[in-house]
């Protein structure tokens, strides 16, 4: 079982989970990101898979050429880091971090099984129809420009408007 944690309150949220699951240690590897808040994983018992965060996760690297090349190789990273079996299951506490979106679909090519558990309100109220809504056109321009861009960088994922901010990204159903 992977689990996939970007900051310490999805790390707390994941060993309660394996706590209520009576999981063993050995049976759980953490990916985690690196992050100033993400300080539980790195430093616990459990195997762990450190990753960086994808290079268009940064504010401004959309608008960097270079971002675009980062993403090609980082995808490949990902792919070369990780040996999904049909068996195994990885589990997703968020679909901001763009890296999920691209482990996700590894996962899936495998044959494996992916969840979503995303941790509060927030993405619930991002994606109501009062929040979808609120999308005005200068808002589905930029959603727009987002999308070419996740697109071109290979990411399995769509972005949407977000009330935090101009937008979010979710995962691909597929």
């Known amino acids: 079982i992977y689990i996939s944690v970007d900051n310490d309150y999805h790390a707390s949220l994941a060993i309660l989970l394996i706590e209520q699951c009576n999981l063993k240690v050995e049976d759980v590897t953490f990916i985690s990101h690196f992050s100033l808040r993400n300080t539980i994983v790195p430093a616990s018992d459990f195997k762990k898979i450190e990753l960086p965060g994808h290079p268009l ?68 109220l991002s994606n109501s129809d009062y929040c979808q809504q609120q999308t005005r056109l200068k808002h589905k321009l930029y959603l727009l420009l987002y999308n070419i861009c996740l697109r071109v960088a290979g990411v399995p994922a769509y972005a949407k408007k977000g009330y935090e901010g101009r937008m979010f990204t979710c995962i691909k159903d597929s």
């Open 57 to 124: 996760s940064n504010g401004s690297g959309y608008t960097r050429v270079i971002s675009y090349v980062r993403s090609i190789l980082h995808k490949r990273k990902l792919r070369d880091a990780f040996d999904f079996r049909c068996d195994d299951v990885l589990i997703v506490t968020t679909e901001y971090q763009l890296n999920n979106a691209i482990l996700a679909k590894e996962m899936k090519a495998a044959g494996g099984r992916v969840f979503v558990f995303d941790e509060g309100i927030g993405f619930y």
